[in-house]
């Protein structure tokens, strides 16, 4: 591969089809992104993204140079210091670091443009998040997770009954689809880099509701919390946006779009281990099942689902104590 030819040093990847790998050169450093599949989003959409964030006055990574035939991109590499990894370090101010990374999401949608150039001349505007998107992207834990354990027999009448409830939760949902959000706003995806807070992981970003990347940042599965933490976090980030958000229709919204995000990290954490292998991510469920059930629990509005949920999921099968 042309990698090794050049002798980059492979370094952690996510979820996506990219590779990673960091180039070392003269004392300079970057990151050379490799992609063939979804090679639009993982390459041009992921650096049109980090422009616009960029021009915000988001630090979000440079692009040094392309070669889009070839796969790949090369961008400024910010070193390993995510937020995860740093709450990781004993006597780390936990709360602080939360706090810094609600300042920066608050940063984040006060952006109104959502268009820019990419690297090919080209215009790019960034799509919406609508209900349809978000109920099939729910929908990844009826076709990936529940039929591993519904058998044949009962799965369709328990996609009707799923379906009908996450169709009524995303009619509940109150603020319009006006905010840049990230849509994996979460502590592995910002980083510390020269003191300040940058994003990274930027290429799906859409224009949706403003309680989603709420939700990932505080019910994130990737790091476990108390409630009075959570509340912390939630009422932070209320108290930088009391004079232009009701806290009703925001709780409500965070609410609803949690489960429904944490439904389909369930989904897609199956599908990875499923159909791509990758199952690092599979012990990562019971805890997004905990924060289900934490958010839906004594919740009118939750009821219909907790009832089908509750009916087809025993807690030895969400393995939960």
Not at 76 to 105: M, P, Q, V
């Amino acid at each position: 591969m042309l990698f090794d030819k050049l002798k980059l040093k492979k370094i952690k990847g996510d979820a996506s089809f990219r590779s990673f790998y960091r180039k070392k050169t003269n004392n300079k450093k970057s990151i050379i992104v490799w992609a063939t599949k979804e090679k639009e989003k993982n390459l041009l959409i992921y650096d049109a993204i980090n422009k616009l964030l960029i021009k915000n006055k988001i630090l979000a990574p440079k692009i040094y140079n392309e070669n889009y035939k070839k796969n790949f991109i090369e961008i400024e590499d910010f070193g390993d210091d995510t937020i995860f990894n740093l709450l990781r370090r004993k006597g780390s101010r936990k709360i602080n670091l939360y706090k810094k990374s609600i300042d920066l999401l608050n940063k984040i949608q006060k952006i109104k443009q959502n268009k820019i150039i990419n690297f090919k001349g080209k215009n790019y505007k960034i799509s919406i998040y609508d209900n349809n998107l978000l109920f099939k992207e729910t929908k990844l834990f009826s076709d990936w997770y529940a039929k591993k354990y519904i058998s044949k027999k009962k799965i369709s009448s328990f996609n009707l009954q799923i379906n009908k409830q996450i169709k009524f939760l995303l009619s509940n949902l109150k603020f319009k689809n006006d905010i840049f959000v990230h849509r994996d706003f979460h502590v592995s995806n910002l980083m510390k880099y020269k003191k300040q807070l940058a994003i990274i992981d930027t290429q799906d970003a859409l224009i949706g509701n403003r309680a989603y990347d709420l939700a990932s940042l505080i019910d994130d599965v990737r790091f476990k919390s108390r409630k009075k933490f959570k509340d912390n976090i939630y009422n932070y980030y209320l108290k930088l946006n009391k004079k232009n958000i009701d806290n009703v229709i925001l709780l409500n919204d965070f609410k609803i779009l949690s489960v429904l995000r944490n439904m389909k990290i369930i989904g897609t954490f199956t599908r990875l281990a499923t159909r791509d292998k990758k199952k690092k991510y599979l012990k990562l469920i019971p805890y997004a099942w905990k924060l289900i059930e934490f958010r839906i629990n004594n919740n009118k509005l939750f009821n219909g689902l907790k009832k089908t949920l509750d009916h087809n999921f025993s807690k030895k099968i969400r393995k939960l104590k």
